[in-house]
């Protein structure tokens, strides 16, 4: 009982030192309901840490949103992905707050985005404004909850950013109020040879441990690195958020802590050098490593010992303790023992077939209709790079099959990919060709651009199965609410489903009678939609829509709209 209080203490005592570098009464609430979230600052996201809070709006579009303080609004954002309709407000006291994923905005801001959407005639908006030109107090309803851009169900993006550097920081650190009284959960810790010489349970491979209040024991022989796959919940909450802090300590003393108080943009991807990224792929759990990698330049971490590699002493026992915690202090434990053996693998790992290519060295591969360039600083680790290809006779597909390495490896940067045809393409159809990923027995687009030497060169971060594949269909541009004509009477919206079967959407445009009108889309449900206002016109009106690709294939459609005289619903 003692041992825990202490624990307790010194996580209070750590979550002191670190609010008082920040002010603690400057920020409300943004939202006028208990605060519960759906995602937490720094988990672990696909390619970045989350760089915010996702407040919980119970399933609800339309909530009220409240500027956390006094200060001025500095940018306003409009994209269909990301942030979608986002907001963000600049206060004298340093800092920056962004509000994402929002439905519409108050104080009168919702005219001054649709004057500046139709002054560039575009959906899609990034506006900066000077200080002082729009000022908002704190209280003002700026804005309404949603579920715009790349956002998985209804709910608000916060975040807290250093207004000089844009730096997001953990608003929890501000002293913003959030009732949490669930402790995270362990779901498996992981203990992993290190090398060749390493041995785990008379093995070469990783050695997975669920808790299960019995005394655990691993046998191991040489240099290990851990890993715990841990998630938190808020009340009311199914979902698995991140924790806020992970400790491991080998034979009560810390060997090893992280945790994620601020991160930079710049650094966001390398969050993927902090979990076993091969394992995610295979089973979708992040065992977060205590090893660090050798292209991990992140400041997240407390105290590490020897980089995260514990050396394990033939005849020695070895106390392990995880202890995770979330923001409110709530925690979890897992202990477990390592014995040390001194035992040699049962059977030796196959050394890996292929091209050494180290972290910090540039490297160029040239191979018969392929060939790719790696820079210094694309992988997090030494990589052996592998390579085959395969024969293909499908008549959509433009080249062989390249089999470049695998998915279980995150890459940092952007390498250079490219890949010779191997069938004739008239010149009229070379901006048409593109790489393309066989995934699950299915083509999914790349892009890339043919170059005049036969090859079509792309910048990607992904590894797989590419091919040559071309893309001469047009999008599909079908009227939703509506047949090839319509009559406005009630309707506040006229919406159109818009998809494309291979490059995706790249543009799309409405013209009402000839000129320009606001079209917004969704893309997570493949709609395009117009809100009725006084644009349209009393009795006939035409509205066309054009649509094109990634490859600049264009579908263009017209329809008769006709609105009736009582109507009263526009404004």
Wanted: glycine letters at 8%.
């Amino acid at each position: 009982m003692q041992k825990i209080i202490s624990i307790l203490l010194i996580f209070a005592g750590l979550q002191s030192a670190l609010a008082q570098k920040y002010p603690q009464h400057d920020f409300i609430n943004p939202l006028n309901i208990p605060l519960a979230t759906s995602g937490t600052f720094g988990e672990i996201r696909g390619n970045h840490f989350h760089s915010g809070l996702d407040f919980r709006t119970e399933q609800v579009i339309g909530l009220p949103v409240f500027a956390a303080a006094n200060g001025y609004i500095s940018r306003i954002k409009i994209s269909p992905y990301g942030y979608g309709k986002a907001i963000y407000i600049t206060h004298p006291n340093g800092y920056t707050t962004v509000y994402g994923h929002l439905s519409g905005f108050g104080l009168g801001i919702a005219e001054l985005v649709k004057t500046l959407q139709y002054r560039a005639q575009s959906f899609e908006i990034d506006k900066y404004f000077k200080p002082n030109e729009y000022v908002v107090k704190q209280g003002d309803t700026i804005a309404f909850s949603g579920n715009t851009g790349s956002s998985g169900g209804p709910h608000l993006h916060f975040e807290i950013r250093n207004t000089g550097s844009e730096k997001p920081i953990n608003p929890l650190l501000f002293g913003i109020v959030m009732s949490d009284k669930v402790p995270p959960v362990i779901h498996n810790a992981a203990v992993y040879p290190n090398n060749a010489q390493s041995v785990v349970n008379k093995n070469s491979s990783k050695v997975e441990l669920t808790p299960n209040n019995k005394p655990q024991i691993v046998e191991a022989s040489g240099d290990v690195y851990l890993g715990v796959y841990a998630s938190d919940r808020s009340l009311g909450s199914v979902g698995k958020n991140g924790v806020f802090s992970i400790e491991l300590y080998v034979n009560q003393k810390l060997f090893f802590k992280q945790s994620v108080e601020a991160i930079s943009f710049a650094d966001t991807r390398f969050s993927n050098a902090t979990f076993d990224y091969a394992t995610y792929v295979d089973s979708d759990k992040r065992f977060q490593i205590t090893k660090i990698l050798p292209n991990n330049p992140l400041g997240i971490y407390k105290k590490v010992q020897n980089r995260g590699v514990l050396h394990i002493v033939k005849d020695s026992i070895y106390d392990i303790n995880y202890k995770v915690a979330d923001f409110a202090g709530n925690t979890a434990q897992f202990a477990f023992q390592i014995k040390g053996t001194g035992d040699t693998a049962a059977t030796k790992p196959k050394p890996e077939q292929g091209t050494l290519i180290n972290w910090d060295n540039d490297k160029s591969i040239i191979q018969k209709e392929m060939s790719i360039v790696f820079d210094d600083g694309t992988f997090y680790d030494d990589v052996v790079f592998q390579y085959s290809q395969k024969d293909t006779s499908a008549i959509d597909l433009f080249s062989n099959i390249h089999c470049v390495h695998n998915a279980k490896t995150p890459v940092q940067k952007d390498f250079t990919l490219k890949i010779k045809t191997t069938v004739p393409v008239p010149a009229s159809l070379y901006s048409k060709l593109a790489l393309a990923r066989i995934v699950n027995n299915r083509l999914s687009y790349e892009g890339g651009e043919y170059q005049k030497d036969g090859y079509v060169l792309l910048k990607t971060k992904n590894f797989g199965n590419f091919v040559v594949s071309l893309d001469t269909v047009a999008p599909m541009v079908t009227p939703q609410n509506f047949t090839d004509s319509m009559v406005v009477s009630n309707q506040k919206i006229i919406a159109i489903t818009i998809s494309d079967n291979f490059s995706g959407i790249r543009s799309y445009a409405g013209k009402l009678n000839g000129e320009w009108v606001l079209m917004e889309y969704e893309y997570k449900t493949n709609s395009l939609f117009y809100v009725i206002d006084k644009r349209l016109q009393t009795g006939r009106n035409t509205l066309e829509v054009s649509v094109s690709d990634n490859k600049g294939n264009r579908t263009t459609k017209q329809w008769l709209i006709i609105k009736e005289q009582n109507n009263q619903s526009t404004k």
